[in-house]
């Protein structure tokens, strides 16, 4: 079984993200979208519920599921028997630096890393940027699913209320 793993932090996920799990779906007979757990990152959203999100923007993908993880990736993946690390590439920048990290990954365990291009229309798309344009009241709800963009404006309103934003 050829099984691949999408990585990220995914807060919150958005289409560019679900564009390229979709992709990796048809290239592999299970992918693992897999959610890191950092306890030292500042998160808009807890682990648990960005995983709860892409366990129902993923619903449809039959070879799709979700998982957390803490630690390497490449543990993870020895762990889940899977040789495949899917990553998008928006621009050159991310290539640079996803370079790096697939050569380390790969000295560290036989797991290779597949690039796919991010389709054009999501190449500027960023979650850090989806926050911080609804932040300030921009309109994102076209860059993530519907019940996201519900999720990601009502807390921003909490931390408004807790005046964090």
Request: proline fraction near 3%; charge should be negative.
């Amino acid at each position: 079984m050829r099984r691949a793993v999408c990585p990220g932090s995914f807060d919150p996920v958005t289409n560019g993200h679900l564009d390229i799990v979709r992709r990796a779906s048809t290239l592999f007979d299970e992918v693992v979208v897999a959610v890191g757990v950092n306890k030292s990152k500042n998160r808009l959203f807890s682990a648990e519920e960005r995983i709860a999100m892409l366990e129902k923007a993923c619903a449809g993908f039959d070879n799709v599921r979700v998982d957390g993880f803490t630690g390497l990736l490449t543990d993870f993946c020895k762990e889940r028997d899977i040789h495949a690390i899917v990553k998008g590439l928006r621009a050159v920048s991310d290539f640079d630096y996803e370079l790096q990290m697939a050569q380390m990954n790969s000295s560290l365990t036989d797991v290779e890393t597949v690039f796919v291009p991010t389709s054009p229309e999501w190449s500027f798309l960023a979650s850090s940027l989806v926050k911080e344009v609804a932040m300030f009241g921009g309109d994102v709800s076209s860059l993530i699913p519907g019940f996201v963009h519900e999720a990601l404006v009502a807390r921003l309103a909490e931390r408004r209320a807790d005046g964090d934003a």
